[in-house]
């Protein structure tokens, strides 16, 4: 168990890059074909402003696993978010 500990950041790094990552081709997808149809808006700005807050939570406590998670998250949730109302707006 100790060693687990003494690996926590790692740990949380490795956590940190699948979570996030699942968003890379949701949004390179989005980007080359403009479709955005089943996908809902209301459910990524629900899910963009929890990373915000789970951002100012790890830049608190100081957790460098949440807050670089987080950023990176948020900037691909926000991205498909922008997309989402941007191309709902313009049909």
């Known amino acids: 168990m ?3 500990l003494a690996h926590s950041d790692l740990l949380g790094y ?7 990552g699942c968003f890379i081709p949701q949004a390179f997808r ?3 074909t403009r479709h ?14 929890g990373v915000g807050m789970w ?3 790890g830049i608190v406590t100081g957790s460098n696993p949440i807050i670089a998670s987080n950023v990176c998250t948020i900037l691909l949730s926000a991205f498909i ?3 989402l109302i941007y191309l709902r707006r313009s049909k």
């Open 2 to 4: 100790s060693a687990l």
């Open 14 to 20: 490795i956590a940190a890059s699948l979570t996030t």
């Open 30 to 32: 989005i980007a080359r």
């Open 36 to 49: 955005t149809e089943g996908m809902s808006v209301a459910m990524y700005v629900i899910f963009t402003l």
């Open 55 to 57: 951002l100012i939570y």
């Open 81 to 83: 978010l922008a997309r």
